[in-house]
T-cell receptor, first 114, second 114 residues
Framework: GENVEQHPSTLSVQEGDSAVIKCTYS??????FPWYKQELGKRPQLIID?????GEKKDQRIAVTLNKTAKHFSLHITETQPEDSAVYFC?????????????FGSGTRLSIRP | EPEVTQTPSHQVTQMGQEVILRCVPI?????FYWYRQILGQKVEFLVS????????KSEIFDDQFSVERPDGSNFTLKIRSTKLEDSAMYFC????????????FGPGTRLTVT
């Protein structure tokens, strides 16, 4: 089955700098790649997603890139702010059933230093 | 904006007892999911549900687990005989379309098995 690897597990960046989180997936059939932000004790919330027919997507300070050949995708956050501190999960969704599951990576704890 | 809701927010139960976790998905959504997150770990897929039947389930979802949509609004997860290792946050999610679309997560039920 699908396996998603995520690096780094922790990341500390200076406020205003950029943060990059990288993920790889194993199942070439996966066609949907969401990124979730989870604050302590809260639900995962979608921040951006990308489908396999697109190589890059941007939403204000957040961008995601997808390399289908290498089976890896990355999250880029620019001009980081204190409220960006949270755990970020990448995920992949293989389309084998009518209700496709999401397979999550292990998470990256992002800390923004003032 | 409509949200997925879950009850209770916290459930404490003794080992061997049955628990039912309840979810109300977003009203026009047709695909439903349960995930769990052991404290400090990643979110793990349990089961997906569509058209009144299980679409897919993970290895975690053994005979002790069952799901049901007893009426037009609720979606439940039952654990027949809880074990200590069932202690986790359980998230319900729903989506309007089954493939390559955002899954909306509920706030979770924290299950503590003593």
């Amino acid at each position: 089955g699908e396996n998603v690897e995520q690096h780094p597990s922790t990341l500390s960046v200076q406020e205003g700098d950029s943060a990059v989180i990288k993920c790889t997936y194993s199942d070439s059939a996966s066609n949907y790649f969401p990124w979730y932000k989870q604050e302590l004790g809260k639900r995962p919330q979608l921040i951006i997603d990308i489908r396999s027919n697109v190589g890059e997507k941007k939403d204000q300070r957040i961008a995601v890139t997808l390399n289908k050949t290498a089976k890896h995708f990355s999250l880029h956050i620019t001009e980081t702010q204190p409220e960006d501190s949270a755990v970020y999960f990448c995920a992949a969704s293989p389309p084998y059933s009518s209700a496709s599951k999401i397979i999550f990576g292990s998470g990256t704890r992002l800390s923004i230093r003032p | 904006e409509p949200e997925v809701t879950q009850t209770p927010s916290h459930q404490v139960t003794q080992m061997g007892q049955e628990v039912i976790l309840r979810c109300v998905p977003i009203s026009n959504h047709l695909y439903f999911y349960w995930y769990r997150q052991i404290l400090g770990q990643k979110v793990e897929f349990l089961v997906s549900f569509y058209n009144n039947e299980i679409s897919e389930k993970s290895e975690i979802f053994d005979d002790q687990f069952s799901v049901e949509r007893p009426d037009g609004s609720n979606f439940t997860l039952k654990i027949r005989s809880t074990k200590l290792e069932d202690s986790a946050m359980y998230f319900c999610a729903s989506t309007r379309q089954g493939n390559s679309y955002e899954q909306y997560f509920g706030p979770g039920t924290r299950l503590t098995v003593t």
